[in-house]
């Protein structure tokens, strides 16, 4: 996979694909965001292969996703924490798990995910900022924008 730097196409989503855009990753991610920490851990919960994960974690590392601490020193073993960057991924986990929720398990959510001081089981929602209304897919347009190539 090649680089973001490399994207021909100016495509957000496709940058974010070469990141984070495999089954395992995104698994890895998840699992990262519920606060497993350790490789072995990680292992154990997908059921993934030492050297899957290993390439997996190491990508995440290089992107500035996760970042990774030691907590062993013979033999060395790390920890693994999402950076700011990977905590921005938040919102897009969210979307694919609300999907699944409706699409893949028959609006019988699995997960709940609820505001941890008061246990209120969270929404999500895309909101415009100025009218303050909650929009629907059909009320949402596109259109270029700072990063846009000329002349595409």
Request: glycine share 6%; net charge negative.
């Given at each position: 996979m090649g680089q973001i730097s490399e994207?021909?196409?100016?495509?957000?989503?496709?940058?974010?694909?070469d990141v984070i855009g495999d089954r395992w990753t995104l698994l890895i991610l998840r699992d990262l965001f519920r606060g497993v920490r350790r490789f072995s851990q990680?292992?154990?919960n997908l059921g993934i292969a030492k050297n899957l994960l290993a390439s997996r974690?190491?990508?995440?590392?290089?992107?500035?996703?996760?970042?990774?601490i030691p907590y062993q020193d013979r033999p060395i073993r790390h920890e693994y924490f999402l950076t700011r960057k990977g905590r921005d991924l938040s919102p897009s986990l969210v979307a694919l798990m609300r999907w699944g929720d409706r699409w893949c398990n028959d609006r019988t959510p699995p997960t709940l995910l609820v505001h941890s001081e008061c246990g209120t089981p969270l929404n999500q929602i895309?909101?415009?900022?100025?009218?303050?209304?909650?929009?629907?897919p059909d009320e949402i347009r596109s259109r270029p924008g700072p990063g846009a190539s000329v002349g595409s």
């Open positions: 994207r021909r196409d100016g495509c957000s989503i496709q940058g974010t694909l990680l292992e154990d974690l190491s990508k995440l590392v290089a992107a500035d996703i996760v970042t990774k895309t909101q415009c900022p100025t009218c303050d209304e909650s929009l629907d």
